[in-house]
């Protein structure tokens, strides 16, 4: 059995004790998720400069803290012009829904810019269109594990903020900062934004590095490691 995290592997040992588990996490296409100029990303998806721009990105559903993003998104406008784009959908509808009626609730629905699904050629525009990934993913199974969103948005060497998951700290060592309240999210926030010339200058110092361990091609290479491992064996 393969799984993409460490916690994923020690759930499944308490449950299927005498099988081997391995660890391979999940990649990225680099050949896809590069960074490109923020103004040619932003005006290739109908977007202007001038503002801060954050992302979130994938499915809206009960393992995303949603009115935790409204709320901050909403305090942070007092200071600074900060903006959301949302790039993803919701399971029947209700989250999208419920992200709606925050934003109404908050005042900061014209500041919210929100696309369908996108195809998977196109994604790389809107992360390199964004100046943070934001990540808020409450605390549950689902989530013990190595999300592609975080993995694509390090390869294009925007920088990520997302829920202290102890996992997400085994795996990425650069460009990753975690929160565990609310205050410390819009802190957080702040701190990234206003360092933003410091961290996207680490990152892509590191992003060499990162790019070979967690690509396809270097992923797939440990897959057919271990089948040779697993072959081998009497």
């Known amino acids: 059995v393969v799984v993409p995290s460490f916690g994923l592997k020690r759930i499944l040992e308490s449950i299927v004790s005498k099988k081997p588990i391995y660890v391979i996490p999940n990649g990225v296409d680099i050949e896809f998720f ?3 100029a923020q103004k040619v990303a932003r005006k ?11 992302l979130l990105q994938g499915s809206l559903d009960m393992w995303i803290n949603i009115e935790e993003v409204m709320r901050i998104l909403n305090r942070l406008r007092k200071t600074m ?9 919701s399971h029947a509808k209700h989250y999208y829904r419920l992200m709606i009626k925050y934003a109404k609730r908050y005042g900061i629905s014209k500041f919210i810019y929100t696309y369908p699904p996108q195809p998977y050629e196109k994604m790389p525009l809107f992360i390199n269109a964004s100046d943070v990934l934001i990540a808020p993913f409450k605390k549950t199974v689902k989530n013990i594990t190595t999300p592609l969103k ?14 202290d998951i102890v996992e997400f700290k085994l795996w990425y060592k650069q460009g990753v900062f975690t929160y565990v309240t609310y205050t410390e999210l819009e802190n957080m926030v702040k701190y990234v934004l206003s360092n933003m010339d410091t961290i996207r200058t680490a990152l892509r110092k590191d992003l060499q590095n990162f790019r070979e361990a967690f690509s396809w091609d270097k992923l797939a290479e440990k897959y057919e490691d271990l089948i040779k491992a697993l072959r081998s064996q009497p």
């Open 34 to 36: 590069k960074p490109i």
């Open 44 to 54: 290739s998806i109908g977007l202007g400069m001038g503002y801060y721009l954050l």
């Open 81 to 89: 012009d900060v903006r959301l784009l949302v790039v993803g959908f």
């Open 150 to 163: 975080i993995a694509e948005a390090l390869a294009c060497g925007v920088p990520v903020i997302t829920t």
